[in-house]
């Protein structure tokens, strides 16, 4: 098992400042087992609301919890939204408990059901298992195999490849309807797939309908389905008045190569290798390593690109600060125009081109190549 020693510490230290701290992400991604390090530690008690001896104890909550001292962490809250105005009473009890919620479902879900929490909730958010969590050293296994802790740490890469197909069948079986997704199962499972084809593209909302023989607004209805549940998300685009036409649809990305694998039926790294897809897995596989290194959050974060054919693969902007970076599959990448041309336009800080070789090393001015398994060292967080 692999411990996540920063996020156990990043919510114990929310945990000190909050009444309720609510802990998202996908399913399997590792929620509970955090939580119960978390719990360990303290006077906790657990409750899974996916357990029926669990869920019937919290029929009635308010009689169940007024006695509750320490922590208490609700596993699948989602399942049990009423619960959340209980929770703003016994939180402003002077010596009442503490709350740890976990749930699959995304924060802005969460906050529509939990609006009487304001002032006394934070979201963390727990993404899959990430480069600087397993070494450098395991970068190709973990861009392989993704970052799902099953999937990441079985014993070969066809035992993952099959937990990650069990769990993609799990998902829109058994999960997405849990999770009020209301889209049958072989639907989704196509639309999904389809939607491999263009991960680290921007999305056309048109074309996916046609092919699917749908409306736009029905694709849309699926995207932000998936992306609620935290099996894509979409990159925006940034504009602004530069005098150059801009493209201004989102690009979309899985958040988990490995799932994206799955649906691409690549089973080991040289299957990835020889895949016509390997750029763009690449692509999103490095994005998010910065933005992990970096600490920052999507709501900073963006790609660039004119219909003259300049583009920036991440935006990073912070305040006055405005980061750059290009990704690269190659151990020797070189300036291009399209990257002085977004140093330039852009008015970046900085470009950083992210490589597949071993070393950083300055390319132009306010341009460097930095290899991906130095950005723990070579890449200054944010945040």
Request: proline share 4%; charged share 25%.
């Amino acid at each position: 098992m692999i411990e996540r020693v920063e996020a156990r510490k990043h919510i114990e230290q929310l945990l000190r400042a909050y009444r309720v701290v609510a802990l998202v992400g996908a399913r399997q991604v590792g929620k509970t087992t955090l939580a119960r390090a978390v719990a360990a530690s303290r006077d906790a008690t657990f409750y899974d609301l996916e357990d029926p001896a669990h869920l019937a104890k919290l029929d009635d909550p308010s009689l169940f919890m007024q006695d509750a001292r320490g922590l208490v962490v609700l596993d699948e809250v989602q399942r049990r939204p009423d619960i959340f105005p209980v929770l703003r009473v016994l939180a402003d009890k002077p010596r009442g408990p503490r709350f740890l919620v976990l749930g699959s479902a995304s924060a802005e879900l969460l906050r529509q059901s939990s609006e009487s929490l304001a002032g006394r909730i934070t979201y963390v958010e727990l993404s899959p298992l990430g480069l600087e969590e397993v070494g450098r050293k395991n970068a190709t296994k973990l861009w392989l195999r993704g970052g799902f802790p099953r999937a990441f740490t079985a014993p070969s890469d066809a035992r993952s490849f099959d937990w990650r197909r069990s769990f993609v069948q799990s998902f829109v079986e058994r999960d997405a309807p849990q999770l009020g997704i209301n889209v049958a199962a072989a639907t989704l499972r196509r639309f999904w797939a389809m939607l491999a084809h263009v991960h680290g593209q921007t999305l056309n909302y048109s074309e996916l309908a046609r092919s699917m023989g749908v409306t736009d607004m029905t694709i849309r209805h699926y995207v932000d389905a998936l992306a609620q549940t935290f099996m894509v998300r979409l990159l925006p685009p940034w504009f602004e008045n530069l005098g150059k036409r801009q493209v201004k649809a989102p690009k979309l990305f899985f958040s988990d190569t490995g799932i994206l694998h799955t649906f691409l039926d690549v089973r080991t790294s040289g299957d990835l290798r020889a895949h016509p897809k390997v750029g763009a897995s690449w692509e999103g596989f490095v994005i998010d390593a910065i933005m992990r290194r970096l600490g920052v959050g999507r709501e900073a974060c963006f790609f660039w690109a004119t219909h003259q054919g300049a583009e920036l693969d991440l935006l990073v902007v912070r305040g006055k600060k405005r980061l750059g970076y290009e990704v690269k599959l190659t151990a020797a990448p070189s300036v291009t125009p399209s990257m002085r041309i977004a140093l330039r336009d852009l008015r970046l800080d900085s470009l950083d081109v992210i490589h597949a070789g071993q070393d950083t090393f300055p390319l132009a001015d306010g341009i460097r190549a930095v290899a991906l398994t130095r950005i723990s060292a070579d890449v200054r967080r944010l945040a």
